[in-house]
Structures are given as structure tokens and as C-alpha cells.
């Protein structure tokens, strides 16, 4: 069993700057797919990035040189870097593990607005 909290999440102007947090409790977390997921009302959950137990990494086109994830094993913590912020990136931001079953957190909500 996993559980994953998300933080970091908050208000920031376009243009601005934020940094996800994903705690992962358990063990084993480096055997864990992870990804960043995010979903605004009335639309689906979309695929922001991903990060294999073994680093790599893949992109939505919309982020592509503007986010980055990455993952600390030894603090069973993932991340997502956002930059140049827009009001288009204002959602709801969830963590998700998958390592034969598939697990979420809570979400953590990013407002992007002047």
C-alpha cells in the first residue's frame, strides 16, 4: 500500500514559478512509475509528465520546456518544476505511483491568475 501527498501547490502570477511535491510512503518507492496527472472541472484528467523507476523522463506538448519532474529515492519524493506559468496550467495537480496497481494522491490545486 502507497499513499502519496502532494504540496507546493498555490496562487502564482503568469509568468511565475512553482515546485510539486509528492511524498511517497512504503518502501520499495524507486520500483515506482510515477507521474504528474492534472484535471480541471468538467474536463479529464490529462498526463502531464512521467518519470520511470529508472529516471526517464517524457513530456505533454503543452509543458515541453517549461516543467521538469524528477524523483529523490532516497526521500521517496517526487517533483514537477513549473515555470513560465499560465492560466492555462490553473488545475488541480495529482501524483500518481504505479508498480502493478495504481495509486493517487489528493491533489494539490495551482491557480494561475494576476
Known amino acids: 500500500q502507497v499513499q502519496l501527498v502532494e504540496s507546493g501547490g498555490g496562487l502564482v502570477q503568469p509568468g511565475g514559478s512553482l515546485r510539486l511535491s509528492c511524498s511517497a510512503s512504503?518502501?520499495?518507492?524507486?520500483?515506482?512509475?510515477m507521474a504528474w496527472y492534472r484535471q480541471v472541472p468538467g474536463k479529464q484528467r490529462e498526463l502531464v509528465a512521467v518519470i520511470t523507476s529508472g529516471s526517464s523522463t517524457n513530456y505533454a506538448d503543452f509543458v515541453k520546456g517549461r516543467f521538469t519532474i524528477s524523483r529523490d529515492n532516497a526521500n521517496n519524493t517526487m517533483y514537477l518544476q513549473m515555470n513560465s506559468l499560465t492560466p492555462d496550467d490553473t488545475a488541480v495537480y495529482y501524483c500518481y505511483a504505479r508498480r502493478n496497481l495504481v495509486y493517487w494522491g489528493q491533489g494539490t490545486q495551482v491557480t494561475v491568475s494576476s
Open positions: 512504503g518502501s520499495r518507492f524507486n520500483l515506482y512509475a
